[in-house]
């Protein structure tokens, strides 16, 4: 009975966590969905990507930024709000994605559970900031607020989700290294890189904005 009743805790937040992931997965496919057929498409480009190469110079990856977001140049062209929408739209996807991963990696148990079970609560945490954030972009002058207040919430929302996938990061320095915990890292690097370019996005669109 003993047993049991340790198991039970584990088992309920294992069925906690896959609830989690899931609605994740509902909202941010929803998100995605509608980017690509309400007010701003993203259909494949059909205009020099040059503008976007520009702005993504101005980010800490720019390799990534421009990997990631040429292919919207045809629905972006010269627009920074377009832009910094389409970036977090990508970095939503990658942070969905790897929370699905980790939630299904957290179901093994290993010497790097405890960091793994953290991590998919964290980057549970990324998703949801990312999410409001894309929403908030697409509801920019809509809402009777300023723009500038707008992008603010937008910037404390991707500010933390970047933050919640550092903390994912720092729970594997007392690991031993082992291949679960270079894939689960490699995975994090990819999406910080891409969350933290959102940002940049987002701060140079911001400086735009007359207070």
């Known amino acids: 009975m003993k047993q049991h009743s340790l198991k039970q805790p584990k088992q309920n ?6 609830s989690t992931i899931v609605f994740f997965l509902i909202i941010s496919t929803t998100a995605l969905l509608s980017s690509t057929t309400t ?3 993203f259909p494949p480009p059909s205009y020099e990507p ?17 990997s ?5 140049s045809g629905a972006v062209q010269h627009d920074p709000s377009l832009l910094a929408t389409a970036a977090i739209h990508v970095a939503l996807t990658n ?3 790897m929370a699905f991963y ?5 179901r093994h148990n290993t010497t790097e559970s405890a960091a793994i079970h953290d991590c998919a609560s964290v980057f549970g945490d990324a998703v949801d900031e990312i999410y409001k954030s894309h929403k908030e972009m697409k509801r920019l002058g809509w809402t009777g607020e300023s723009v500038r207040f707008q992008l603010s919430n937008v910037q404390t ?18 690991v031993a290294d082992s291949g679960v915990k270079t894939k689960v890292l ?3 690097v990819a999406v910080k890189e891409v969350t933290s370019n959102a940002l940049s996005l987002v701060n140079s669109y911001a400086d735009t904005i007359p207070v």
């Open 68 to 72: 990631t977001l040429s292919k919207y």
């Open 157 to 174: 929302w991707m500010s933390a989700a970047l933050t919640n996938e550092d903390t994912c990061t720092d729970g594997f320095e007392d």
């Open 186 to 188: 490699d995975r994090v």
């Open 102 to 106: 980790v939630s299904k990696v957290s």
């Open 95 to 97: 942070a969905t994605r």
């Open 13 to 18: 937040m294992e069925v906690q966590l896959k």
């Open 50 to 66: 040059e503008y976007i190469r520009t702005s993504c110079s101005t980010t800490r990856y720019p390799e990534t930024c421009f």
């Open 39 to 41: 007010s701003h498409p």
